[in-house]
């Protein structure tokens, strides 16, 4: 019975998102509103989180007697002080039962190309906003979660979490401690009552990606194999079932779940494949 009470009292809680105005963060946002949970919305552009918020209270029947069950956040993830100032201080001074059920840290940026070619800062990026913005919000949500005895922390990495990709050296550093920083953070958490997971998804088809894909060297289109974008609203809906599971690994799609257990077992045959794309790439230009 207690375990049952306690379970509804996280359902009434609310879910954190970062990144909320788009891509990934967006349908998930959508998918839980949809099931009329309460939000708290975080990104950086006022005038796009206000859209979200007013897109999102229709979905469901009970934001039109509640709106105020979705909020929002307006700040940079990546400021420790702005994350203490607007973000830790709200969480936690509110009741127990608005500390977040779920936080889903979504935000992050995608800056590509060579490592000889990269600008300092533009590598740095990566680190700042991918890595350090996550720790911040980690750090804001998870002693107020400990508080209250439970609650989930998410943390979207990326398959080149796990695979160092030719043009990715700032992501593939940034993910891949995001990878390790949520696999130590889950040790720690777990005793305490609170879950971690971390999402890795494959390339999707976000405001960002057509960008992405133009600033791409023509090895990493050679890489990639010409394998589709998912949809965001697929890869949401996998993620959401994922973390009802309280699965702590959340690889999407099956070519990511094939190198994920290849680049775990047999990492020579992976560096192999992608020597031999490298080469034949650099062959074509000579």
Do not use: W
Not at 102 to 127: H, K, Q, W
Not at 198 to 208: A, F, I, K
Not at 219 to 236: C, N, Q
Not at 237 to 256: N, P, V
């Amino acid at each position: 019975m207690a375990a049952t009470q306690q379970q509804n009292g996280a359902a009434m809680r609310p879910v954190l998102i970062t990144g909320a105005s788009s891509g990934i963060g967006l349908e998930l946002a959508r998918l839980y509103a949809a099931q009329g949970r309460a939000l708290i919305l975080v990104a950086r552009n006022v005038e796009k989180l206000d859209a979200v918020a007013t897109e999102l209270r229709g979905l469901h029947a009970v934001f039109a007697e509640a709106p105020q069950l979705v909020s929002t956040i307006s700040l940079d993830v990546a400021d420790a002080a702005a994350v203490n100032e607007k973000l830790a201080e709200r969480v936690q001074t509110s009741t127990p039962d608005s500390v977040p059920s779920l936080v889903i840290n979504a935000a992050g940026v995608v800056n590509v190309g060579r490592f000889l070619e990269m600008d300092p800062d533009y590598f740095a990026d990566n680190l700042r906003i991918d890595l350090e913005g996550t720790i911040n919000v980690c750090r804001a949500v998870a002693p107020a979660m400990v508080e209250a005895g439970s609650g989930h922390i998410v943390n979207i990495a990326s398959v080149a979490g796990y695979l160092g990709i030719y043009g990715y050296t700032g992501y593939s550093a940034a993910k891949f401690a995001v990878m390790g920083f949520s696999e130590a953070l889950r040790f720690e958490l777990k005793p305490l009552g609170v879950d971690v997971s971390v999402v890795c998804p494959p390339d999707t088809l976000t405001p960002g990606l057509e960008t992405e894909r133009a600033n791409r060297p023509a090895e990493t289109e050679k890489i990639a194999g010409g394998i589709a974008a998912l949809d965001p609203r697929v890869v949401a809906t996998k993620i959401a079932r994922a973390i009802e599971k309280r699965h702590f690994y959340i690889i999407i799609g099956a070519t990511s779940k094939f190198y994920f257990r290849l680049k775990g077992l047999l990492p020579e045959i992976f560096f192999a494949i992608v020597d031999g794309d490298v080469r034949k790439v650099r062959e074509q230009k000579s």
